[in-house]
């Protein structure tokens, strides 16, 4: 069976690639049949991927190895997560879903440990201490004044953001009133809040912008190259 050279095999990967590309770009004359075909192939591609890396990584690693040439502690401490999988299929059918309640409420109670675990230890504690040493003046040096600028801000949007989900409001007969003092504040923090949402969405516009320029330069490189 002939081989196909490296050249030729480049040829058609790069065929394909400037195809897709030209089939997601589009998408800027409208939504339409090819702009579909590209994303079904591209969701296709992503879930054989994950399951491949699921059944090679974790199915067979951790449950079916251990299984079969596994010590017997191994294989009584697998059955647990066996049996817990087996009860969240279950929730496929109506009949059965109550049986998966209780592998489902594990999967949430975990999820919600790791999520609200990893915002305090991982971003609440050293954002914390980050502010803090912000305000140390101690080694600064000639630069002080540009610190402790900083710093002053950096507790000003800080303080006011917090201030601005404070949802207490005295009672009155036009409705609810926050003071004045909570709503000044308030008005800075949402300032703070809009600018952090405008550098997010310039972050992700310059994403995109990276992105389609390299795309377009895929797409010029590759026409060169006929």
């Known amino acids: 069976m002939p081989v196909l050279s490296s050249s030729v095999v480049d040829l058609i990967t790069g065929g394909i690639s400037f195809l897709l590309t030209l089939m997601i770009l589009s998408y800027l004359i409208g939504d339409n049949p090819l702009f579909r075909v590209a994303v079904y192939i591209f969701i296709g591609a992503s879930a054989g991927y994950v399951a491949a890396v699921a059944w090679h990584q974790v199915l067979y690693a951790q449950l079916v190895v251990p299984l079969l040439s596994g010590s017997l502690a191994a294989r009584l401490l697998v059955l647990i997560p066996l049996v817990m999988g087996v009860l969240l299929l279950l929730k496929i059918w109506p009949g059965t879903a109550r049986l998966g309640t209780p592998s489902m409420a594990f999967l949430v109670g975990v999820g919600a440990a790791v999520v609200v675990g990893g915002a305090v230890m991982g971003t609440l504690f050293p954002q914390t201490w980050a502010s803090m040493n912000v305000l140390k003046l101690?080694?600064?040096?000639?630069?002080?004044?540009?610190?402790?600028?900083?710093?002053?801000?950096?507790?000003?949007?800080?303080?006011?953001?917090?201030?601005?989900?404070?949802?207490?409001?005295?009672?009155?007969?036009?409705?609810?009133?926050?003071?004045?003092?909570?709503?000044?504040?308030?008005?800075?923090?949402?300032?703070?809040?809009?600018?952090?949402?405008?550098?997010?969405?310039?972050?992700?516009?310059?994403?995109?912008?990276?992105?389609?320029?390299?795309?377009?330069?895929?797409?010029?490189?590759f026409l060169s190259s006929l």
């Open 138 to 221: 101690s080694g600064a040096s000639q630069f002080w004044l540009e610190r402790l600028s900083e710093g002053v801000v950096m507790l000003v949007g800080t303080v006011t953001t917090l201030v601005y989900f404070h949802f207490g409001a005295k009672a009155a007969a036009s409705g609810p009133q926050r003071g004045k003092l909570v709503s000044g504040l308030g008005w800075v923090g949402q300032v703070f809040i809009a600018i952090t949402f405008g550098v997010l969405f310039a972050g992700v516009f310059m994403a995109a912008m990276t992105a389609l320029i390299e795309r377009i330069y895929f797409i010029i490189t």
